[in-house]
């Protein structure tokens, strides 16, 4: 029985020993453009609007990157009905962003400088080629439905839709691919994809009839095919009556984001 129990172990850790780093396109992190609100909690009227947004992300490191900076801009359209079903709403967005960034070695990734498993990678990344900054692009695009509601001040509701990407051509993307095709890392996810994402959210009214804004907290998720690749984020996001609003995201991927924009009311 201590035998089997060795043997077992011993495959456990060839087995998990043998995994290599983690990389993804950052196209799949998700849009830092945050779901917009009735300006009003009383209105019911029906509604179109547009908002435009732009945006600077940081990620110190994580995910076996390092020093990655993001500059991008969003647009989106969300038309709301009337009435009894005046809570419904229809979202979509589109966006394109770039930076640049550093490989790194995250352990909680599969990274470990001095594991015998990832000398390869960690040699490649001392190296000239590892050291270099590497520059990147993704487009975005997201559809979501949901229910919007506004119990007295209360801002609350949920959504639920897809968010696809689309990158490939960039530094960043090629080395990545390069670095699969050789053994050093797992590239997950491809350079172009498509996914569930849900939505849910609380916030406030300040104000009769919101008439000092709102302030929402949202929390978005992205589910893959594989649990570890899942992806989250958490914004919030101040939204003046006058249709200015601005932000602060934390999430996967792109750790740290600042965005601000306009929406405008038809």
């Not at 967005?93 to 550093?102: P, T």
């Not at 696809?164 to 699969?180: A, P, Q, V, W």
């Not at 929402?216 to 200015?244: N, R």
Request: net charge negative.
């Amino acid at each position: 029985m201590k035998k089997q129990l060795i043997l077992l172990a011993a495959l456990s850790v060839a087995f998990t020993g043998c995994m290599k780093p983690t990389t993804h396109s950052i196209g799949a992190a998700l849009m830092p453009a945050p779901i917009m609100h009735r300006s009003s909690p009383d209105s019911s009227v029906q509604e179109l609007s547009v908002a435009a947004s732009g945006f600077y992300g940081h990620s110190g490191d994580g995910y076996n990157l390092e020093n990655l900076n993001a500059f991008g801009g969003n647009i989106g359209l969300t038309y709301r009905m009337a009435g009894t079903l005046s809570p419904l709403f229809l979202n979509v967005a589109a966006g394109v962003f770039g930076g640049s960034l550093h490989f790194g070695c995250d352990a909680s990734h599969r990274c470990l400088r001095d594991s015998e498993f990832d000398k390869d990678y960690v040699a490649w990344l001392e190296s000239k080629a590892g050291r270099k900054s590497y520059s990147f692009w993704n487009l975005q695009e997201r559809i979501l439905v949901g229910a919007d509601f506004s119990p007295a001040f209360l801002i609350v509701g949920g959504a639920v839709g897809f968010q696809l990407y689309e990158g490939g051509s960039s530094d960043y993307d090629k080395i990545r691919g390069r670095l699969d095709n050789e053994g050093l890392m797992e590239s997950r996810g491809g350079d172009n994809g498509a996914d569930v994402t849900s939505s849910v959210w609380l916030g406030s009214y300040f104000g009769r009839n919101g008439r000092f804004g709102n302030l929402v907290a949202e929390y978005d998720i992205i589910f893959k095919h594989q649990y570890e690749d899942g992806l989250a984020s958490i914004k919030l996001t101040y939204t003046h009556p006058s249709g200015f609003f601005g932000g602060v995201s934390r999430g996967d991927l792109i750790d740290f984001s600042l965005f601000v924009g306009k929406q405008f009311v038809f």
